[in-house]
């Protein structure tokens, strides 16, 4: 979807005084959000919210367009100069991994010259399925497409594409397009590495100071920790956003992508954001970074 502003309250603009934030209609962030959106978190500065979809705020952070961005961990190479991590707030964890998803059966090898769609080449799910493929696809896919992710389950079906890499409530809904799941970037990664899987990260501008940075960590980590206390308190925001998403999907969807990584991202979760970006420049994915970039404070 585009970009679509609102504020917490479901109006436009914003007080002067409110930092802009932009992050996805999906439920994980709808449900972190929430009770700072609408201003239920203590000491917290008020935020301008903008709903636009990953690729839509990869895009915003490269050109420095926001205070605080939901971005794909794949971005922060682009990024770090001008933007700090966050070290909560945003989308790690395990079992929750892209998928590749074919029309019929496969095995990985078959894949090779092939067409395979995907949501962005700046995303999390494109690292990880080129380091898969580096392993599973000698000689290499063929034609990458991007399309919009809600259109890749219908390209593969519909014999446009060979093959997809899907997020999101994919994970939950590929069986009623009649696919076939040939393999889970995810547990790829956990295999091969042990660590969680970096998804989506939460970005804010540097020239905030440290004071403010500090401020907005603490700000997203009680937003997160009061939508766990009283989940029925964000359902009607968490709904209202879904896209039509069937409520148990939602729920599975929360589940799965708001987990202990969001409130502290901790030394397991930068780790795994510094394996990946690691391994990703080794592959000439993604410019090479600082050990200390990851540092929010840094």
């Not at 682009?78 to 095995?107: I, K, N, Q, S």
């Not at 700046?122 to 809600?150: D, I, K, N, Q």
Request: hydrophobic share 45%; with cysteine; proline share 7%.
């Amino acid at each position: 979807m585009g970009a679509m502003s609102t504020d917490g309250n479901g109006g436009t603009g914003g007080a002067a005084s409110a930092l802009s934030i932009a992050f996805s209609p999906c439920p994980n962030d709808t449900f972190v959000f929430d009770a700072w959106a609408h201003g239920r978190v203590p000491d917290a500065p008020p935020l301008d919210v903008t709903f636009a979809d990953i690729d839509i705020t990869n895009g915003m952070a490269e050109r420095g367009e926001g205070d605080l961005l939901k971005v794909s961990y794949a971005m922060l190479p682009w990024v770090l100069d001008e933007y700090a991590l966050l070290p909560c707030g945003g989308a790690l964890g395990r079992g929750c991994g892209p998928l590749v998803l074919t029309r019929e059966p496969v095995d990985p090898g078959s894949l090779k010259g092939r067409t395979v769609a995907v949501p962005s080449e700046r995303s999390t799910a494109y690292l990880l399925f080129r380091l898969w493929a580096a392993e599973e696809v000698p000689g290499g896919v063929g034609e990458v497409v991007v399309l919009p992710f809600h259109e890749i389950m219908p390209a593969v079906r519909d014999g446009a594409v060979d093959a997809g890499l899907v997020i999101h409530e994919a994970r939950f809904t590929y069986q009623e397009y009649g696919l076939h799941k040939l393999a889970d970037m995810g547990e790829h990664w956990e295999h091969t590495t042990g660590l969680p899987i970096p998804l989506g990260a939460i970005i804010a501008r540097r020239s905030l100071g440290t004071q403010t940075l500090v401020r907005l960590a603490e700000s997203a980590r009680r937003s997160v920790r009061m939508a766990w206390e009283d989940p029925e308190a964000s359902r009607p925001y968490v709904l209202e956003h879904a896209q039509e998403m069937d409520p148990a999907v939602v729920d599975q969807h929360i589940g799965l992508y708001v987990n202990e990584f969001t409130a502290d991202l901790g030394e397991d979760g930068i780790a795994a954001v510094r394996g990946l970006l690691t391994r990703a420049a080794a592959e000439g994915l993604v410019p090479p970074i600082r050990d200390e970039a990851l540092s929010p404070w840094a």
